[in-house]
C-alpha cells in the first residue's frame, strides 16, 4: 500500500492563513547542501561521552554576496549533529557566548526537568554549566534548541537548533541506512525572509502566528543539491522552522519509505508518496533512487516549490529491504482506571491560550507521578475553516497516539511520539507516562504561539523521592 495523501484537514495547511507567506523558488544557482558534521566528542569511554555545546554569535554565507549574522552552536548556523549512545551516561558542558541568556532544550530527551533545558534553567551571558544524564531511550532524531520565555522563537529564527541523534543496539542490526554524511543525513527544514544585505530582521518579519520567510533554507543551505552515491538515502527531516509546515513529495510522485517518527522507529515502514510533516515533528524516511541512472536529478518539493535537489550518481545496486518489523512498542496498558487528562488549545494570534490561559513560569498547571500512565485529550477549538493545526509537544516524554476523534492516528503515527499536529475542532488522545521528575512544558510547537501563551506546565514528582521544584520568576531573568 503506498499513501499518497496528507492526511491533515485540507481547510487548516498554512496556505489559507490571512498571513501565509508562499515559498518562492530561490534565485541563487544550486548549492551544496550543507550536511553537519557529528560534534566530536571532547571525550569517549565505554560507559560515558563528553561534550561541549557553545552558543554563539558568527556569521554564515549563505546568499551571494555580504554574510548573514546567525547564531549557532559551535559554529556560525545551527549546529553539528550530536549523538548519543544509548546506555552511556552523558557529560555536556554548555556555555553561552551570546549577549543574552539562553537555555539549551534537549527536545524529546526523556531526561529529568533539571536536564530538558525549558524556561526554569537560563543560562546567562558567560556563564556555563555541566549537564549529567543518562542516555536511554530508543534510537530516533531529537533536536536541540534555545528555549527562553519568551524569546524562543526569536532565538531559533537566530539559527539555535541542530539535530541530535540516538543510536541503540537494535536499530543497528537492521538493514537500513545508517553511513552519516553518506546515506544518512539529517534534513532541518526552514525558512526565512532575507532583507537587506542579506540579512534577516525578526522583528520586521513578527506575526504572532509565526514568522515565516519565502526562502527555504536546509541544513542552513538555500537551493541545495546533494550528490546521491547509494541506491538508498535515509533523510532525517526535522521541521525547525518557526511556523511553516512541509508538504513534501518528489519529482516523478517518487515513492519513499517512512521508518521513523519522533522518539523511535515506527512499528512497520509506510510507504508513501506525499508527506506533511508539522513544527518540531521528526520524520525519517528512506528514498530508493533504483530507477535512476548518473546524471539525473530528482527534486523535492513542498506544495508545488522546488527546495532541495538530488543528483544521481553512480551507485551498487542495493538489494537490502527494509524489514516488515521495525520496532516493538513496549508502552503501559491502559485500564478501566487510567486518569484522563483534558488539554485545550483556543485561539490564534495574540488570543492563543492553553486550557483558557497564558502560559505563567511561576504556576504549576498540572501534576503527574512519575512512572503513571495517563490519557492525554488534547483538542484544537480552533474552527474548521479558518482554523490552524497546532502540532503540541511535550517535555520530559514519548508518547504513543490512541486516536483521532476516536479514528485511528495517521499510518505515520505508529511510534513514539513528543509532538503531533491537532486539526481545528479535533481531539487526540495519547497516552503518556514520565521515567523522570521535574517541571516540564506542554505547548503548540508554533514557536511564536508557545512564546504568545498557548503554554503550561506539569510537576512530575517521584514518590519515592519527594523534592520541592524551584520555578525561576520572570522578574529574575
Ligand atoms: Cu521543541 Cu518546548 O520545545
Ligand atoms: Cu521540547
Ligand atoms: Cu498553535
Avoid at 546506555?87 to 554548555?94: P, S
Avoid at 542579506?198 to 515565516?212: F, H, M, R, S, T
Avoid at 521541521?239 to 513529495?249: V, Y
Wanted: charged share 25%; aromatic share 10%.
Amino acid at each position: 500500500k503506498v499513501y499518497t495523501d496528507y492526511f491533515f484537514y485540507e481547510p487548516a495547511f498554512n496556505t489559507h492563513d490571512g498571513g501565509y507567506i508562499p515559498l518562492e523558488a530561490p534565485n541563487v544557482k544550486q548549492q551544496k547542501l550543507k550536511v553537519p558534521e557529528l560534534l566530536t566528542p571532547d571525550k569517549e569511554t565505554d560507559t560515558d561521552m563528553y561534550y561541549t555545546v557553545i552558543s554563539q554569535a558568527g556569521e554564515a554565507q549563505i546568499m551571494p554576496g555580504k554574510a548573514t549574522k546567525t547564531w549557532g552552536y559551535n559554529q556560525a548556523l545551527l549546529g553539528k549533529t550530536i549523538l548519543f549512545k544509548r546506555g552511556k551516561n552523558i557529560h555536556v558542558t554548555v556555555k553561552n557566548e551570546l549577549p543574552e541568556l539562553t537555555t539549551y532544550h534537549w527536545h524529546g530527551l526523556n531526561v529529568p526537568g533539571d536536564i530538558d533545558g525549558g524556561c526554569h534553567t537560563p543560562v546567562y551571558p558567560g556563564e556555563s554549566k555541566v549537564l549529567n544524564f543518562k542516555c536511554d531511550q530508543p534510537a530516533a532524531t531529537l533536536w536541540l534548541h534555545a528555549h527562553p520565555c519568551p524569546s524562543t522563537a526569536e532565538q531559533v529564527w537566530h539559527g539555535l537548533a541542530t539535530a541530535v541523534v540516538v543510536k541503540d543496539e537494535h536499530e543497528a542490526t537492521l538493514p537500513i541506512p545508517r553511513n552519516y554524511g553518506v546515506d544518512d543525513i539529517p534534513v532541518i527544514l526552514q525558512d526565512r525572509r532575507f532583507h537587506e544585505d542579506n540579512q534577516w530582521d525578526y522583528k520586521a518579519d513578527y506575526d504572532p502566528d509565526g514568522v515565516q520567510g519565502p526562502t527555504a533554507m536546509i541544513n542552513g543551505t538555500v537551493n541545495p543539491y546533494f550528490d546521491v552515491t547509494t541506491q538508498k538515502v535515509r533523510l532525517r527531516l526535522l521541521d525547525g522552522a518557526n511556523r511553516r509546515e512541509w508538504r513534501l513529495h518528489f519529482s516523478d510522485d517518487l515513492e519513499f519509505t517512512q521508518i521513523a517518527g519522533d522518539g523511535s522507529l515506527l512499528t512497520h515502514p509506510v510507504n508513501f508518496t506525499h508527506l506533511m510533516i508539522t513544527c518540531a515533528e521528526r520524520q525519517e524516511i528512506v528514498v530508493d533512487f533504483g530507477q535512476y541512472k548518473p546524471g539525473d536529478e530528482v527534486v523535492l518539493y513542498s506544495d508545488d516549490v522546488p527546495i532541495m535537489h538530488f543528483r544521481i550518481h553512480e551507485f551498487a545496486e542495493d538489494n537490502s529491504v527494509i524489514p516488515d518489523t521495525l520496532f516493538e512498542m513496549n508502552t503501559p496498558k491502559v485500564t478501566e482506571n487510567t486518569p484522563v487528562r483534558k488539554v485545550v488549545m483556543s485561539g490564534m494570534d495574540e488570543e492563543v491560550a492553553l486550557d483558557g490561559k497564558k502560559f505563567d513560569m511561576e504556576r504549576i498547571d498540572a501534576k503527574q507521578t512519575m512512572g503513571n500512565c495517563e490519557i492525554w485529550e488534547v483538542t484544537n477549538t480552533n474552527d474548521c475553516e479558518n482554523g490552524m493545526v497546532h502540532p503540541f509537544h511535550m517535555h520530559g516524554c514519548q508518547f504513543e497516539v490512541l486516536d483521532r476523534d476516536g479514528h485511528a492516528p495517521y499510518p505515520n503515527e505508529t511510534g513514539l511520539k513528543d509532538t503531533i499536529g491537532v486539526n481545528p475542532d479535533e481531539t487526540v488522545r495519547f497516552k503518556a507516562w514520565f521515567d523522570h521528575p521535574g517541571v516540564f512544558m506542554y505547548h503548540c510547537h508554533i514557536i511564536e504561539h508557545e512564546d504568545g501563551g498557548m503554554m503550561a506546565q506539569i510537576q512530575v514528582d517521584d514518590p519515592d523521592h519527594p523534592q520541592e521544584f524551584h520555578l525561576t520568576k520572570m522578574d529574575d531573568l
